[in-house]
């Protein structure tokens, strides 16, 4: 990983969107079904907004409009916890 991401990466963490503070607000601290999570990650050539480490079974992409994060923040949630029961192909 170069610095050049992990700079990006800490830019990123402090100015983050309406739905990203809203969605880690419900995922920081292993709120959210014992799960930790972790924001703003290099991972490869890409950033990673919210990341579960304790999986350490590969990286499953779930993407969500800052729309479904807002006005469904329910539905993201469940989704997010359907994937993290869900077993890795």
Not at 41 to 67: M, Q, W
Request: proline share 3%.
């Amino acid at each position: 990983m170069t610095s050049e991401r992990r700079e990006f990466a800490r830019a990123l963490r402090k100015q983050p969107t309406r739905a990203e503070t809203i969605l880690w607000g419900r995922l920081r601290s292993s709120r959210f079904h014992g799960a930790k999570f972790r924001r703003q990650v290099p991972f490869d050539r890409f950033v990673v907004d919210f990341y579960c480490h304790a999986s350490k079974l590969g990286v499953r992409i779930v993407r969500f409009t800052n729309e479904e994060v807002c006005d469904d923040l329910d539905s993201v949630l469940a989704r997010i916890h359907a994937e993290l029961r869900a077993p890795f192909d």
